[in-house]
C-alpha cells in the first residue's frame, strides 16, 4: 500500500497516468455507466483503498460517480455500506486487502461484467484497439497481445508498463497496486 494520501478529486489524473489496464477498465465502466457491479467495486475500491484513498474520500468519490442514477438516499440505501465495507467498518470488520493479479485472473467474469484482468478477458482484436489508445508504441502493443494470447497476462501487463514508462521493471506485474507504486515511482523519477 502507498504511504500517501489521495483525494477523491485526483483519481481522474491519476487513473490515466498510473493504474493499471484491469482498473482503468472499471474505473472508465462506472464513469459512463454511472454503476458498477459487485465484484467490481471490490476489486476496484480496494484497489483505490491501497492507492490511499480514505474512507471519507472513497465516499465521496463513489456518491459522484453513481450520482446520475443514484443520488442522496438511494445511494446511501444501496451503495454506502460496500464502500464502509471494503475499510472494515462493516460486516465482519476484516481488513479487506486489495486483490493480487493471481485473485483477479482466476476470479471467473460473467458476460457483460467489467471486472477481471483485460489481457484475459478482452479477444485480441479487443485488446489491440484497447491498447492502440495507450500511451504505448505498436510493438508494446505486438508484444502485449502475443503475450496475452500464450496465456502469460502479467507479462503483457508488464510489457504495457514498460512501454508507458519507458523502462525495464525488475519483476514482472503481479499486483494492480505495484502497477501504481511503480509508475509513481517512475514518472516523479
Ligand atoms: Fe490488472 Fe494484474 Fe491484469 Fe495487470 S495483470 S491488468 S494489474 S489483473
Redesign the pocket.
Known sequence: ASSEVVAAAQIPFLAKESF????QSMYQRLHVDAHLKHNGRLQLGLFLKGIGLPLEEAMKFWRAEFGPKSAGEAFDKKYAYGVRYNYAKEGKRTDYTPYS?MK??QTPVPKGEAFG????TLSPHELTETLRGMRVGPRTVEEAVGKAKGHH??L??TAVFQGQHNCICESA????NQ?FTESRKELKA
Open positions: 493499471p489496464l484491469c482498473m493479479c483477479i485472473i484482468c483485460p489481457y484475459k497476462y502479467q503483457a501487463c506485474i503481479s499486483h494492480p502497477y
